[in-house]
């Protein structure tokens, strides 16, 4: 490993020597004195070089000094640092020094030898370019501290979502994405060639998390990939997104769900606020708020008369909600509860999978959710129905045949307990919490209908 000390790190050491290496942000090349901007993945420092334009006249009619201001070290010296281009990886080895008159942290470093690791060609992207042209260059996108903030608020999101998990003694797996048959519907399904037959990327690792329950895992959780061919281009869709996912055991209804749900997201909330709260508020102008418990409730036939009292009625044929109302809902949540959550309840068996329970006693509800986060549907969980027999009546009043989930109905064919969980968009609440516009800048690697690479 390269011998180097974070940028991060500088402060807390005394005046001395140093070796920092990351890419040049900003040269000012000024006649008598040079500076460059260097930032690593920890932060950005500034270099200083006095700078040496000419070689210095021979003392005494020997040569020009051999080293110090006008040898010819320096002067070569001070022309690299002049063809510095941004972007540029260097090494740089030099003497710290604290002086509160530097603006970038208190300190610089006064360059001594600098190595052109990789030079860079000049840049394609600006600050102002648009979001398809940043995410076409987008690993020069992430070099923004704005950027690679994202991903740092990420990791410590999912870091105290796993604490939680692993505190209660869940099991995390990782499931297949290649799949014999769909499931959730037929709908949104990926199909390609597989040897002899047909194979579908998974649009949720919902039946594996259920092999768990029958399996007798208990908990378990899986941070993942799933896919779906859906054709929109909204700010919130995409063809290949992260899914956060949890099952469980043992639960009486879906408020079990909720109430895991909510614990979950306090905890990574909390440890954003508690990490990045001042750099998201510099960078981001937002202030990350831990939500209170309990959520808000509201089953989804209340909050559709909600909304239609406040001016607006829901569009559509079927029994769902649709984004306007859920912006609606959300509006008169944060007005009436001061609160950014809202669990809708109640869902109609009509517009949910197969495998949901069914209230008991009224067979067109579901024990189900949906959870909405700022005006945005972020989630949704659930009770599972566990008697076989009732999931292959469900299955057959949505267009499945139970032949084609022989392997998913054997799971509750030889036992298995009352259960639930839910799925979660990674990038949508990373984007609702960061104020972005779309799940775009979110995502490290986006992927929608017209875009495959990078």
């Known amino acids: 490993m390269t011998e180097r000390t974070l940028i991060k790190n500088l402060a807390a050491l005394p005046d001395g020597p140093v070796t920092v290496a990351g890419w040049v942000e900003t040269v000012r090349d000024q006649k008598k004195v040079q500076f460059v901007i260097l930032r690593d993945e920890s932060g950005a420092a500034q270099l200083v070089n006095p700078a040496t334009r000419e070689l210095a006249a021979p003392d005494g009619g020997g040569e020009a000094p051999a080293e110090g201001p006008g040898s010819a070290a320096a002067l070569a010296l001070t022309e690299s640092i002049s063809g510095l281009s941004h ?21 610089e470093v006064k360059i001594g030898s600098l190595e052109i690791v990789s030079e860079a060609l000049e840049t394609p992207i600006a600050a102002d370019s648009s979001l398809d042209k940043r995410l076409d260059w987008r690993f020069l996108d992430l070099r923004q501290p704005k950027q690679a903030l994202i991903f740092r608020v990420q990791t410590t999101f999912l870091h105290a979502l796993r604490n939680v998990w692993v505190e209660k003694g869940f099991i995390e797996v990782q499931t ?16 390609l060639e597989y040897f002899e037959t047909t194979a579908y990327l998974s649009q949720s690792p919902q039946f594996f998390k259920q092999m768990a329950q029958s399996a007798g895992f208990g908990g ?31 639960i009486d209804s879906h408020e079990d769900v909720m109430a895991l749900h909510e614990e979950l997201l306090v905890a990574g909330f909390q440890a954003v606020a508690d990490k990045h709260g001042d750099e998201i508020r510099e960078l981001f102008g937002v202030e990350v708020t831990v939500p209170s418990r309990p959520f808000p409730r509201i089953p ?51 517009i949910r999978p197969f495998y949901h329970m069914r209230h008991e006693g009224d067979p067109s509800l579901t024990n189900s959710y949906d959870l909405i986060y700022n005006g945005v549907e972020i989630s949704t969980g659930a009770q599972r129905e566990h008697r076989v027999e009732v999931l292959e009546a469900q299955a057959r009043e ?42 775009r800048e979110t995502t490290y690697l986006f992927r929608g209908p017209t875009r495959l690479l990078p």
């Open 87 to 107: 972007g540029s990886f260097v090494r740089v080895t030099g003497e710290l020094k604290h002086d509160e008159r530097v603006k970038l942290g208190g300190l």
């Open 300 to 350: 989804l036939a209340e909050a559709k008369r909600i909304v239609a009292e406040h001016g607006y009625v829901i569009p559509r044929a079927d029994d769902d909600m649709d984004p306007e109302g859920e912006r609606r809902i959300s509006q008169y949540v944060a007005e009436t509860f001061g609160h950014e959550f809202v669990f809708l309840t109640d869902y109609a068996s009509s």
């Open 398 to 439: 949505k267009g499945l045949e139970p032949e084609e989930l022989a392997f998913y109905l054997d799971f509750f064919r030889y036992g298995v307990p009352p259960h639930g969980g839910f799925g979660m968009g990674l990038a949508r609440v990373l984007m609702l919490m960061l104020h972005e516009s779309s799940i």
């Open 176 to 191: 297949p994405k290649l799949m014999a048959s769909a499931s959730e519907s037929r709908a949104e399904l990926f199909q």
């Open 220 to 250: 378990i959780f899986e941070v993942g990939p799933a896919f779906r061919a859906d054709p929109s281009f909204t700010s919130r869709h995409a063809t290949e997104f992260t899914s956060i996912d949890t099952e469980f055991s043992w």
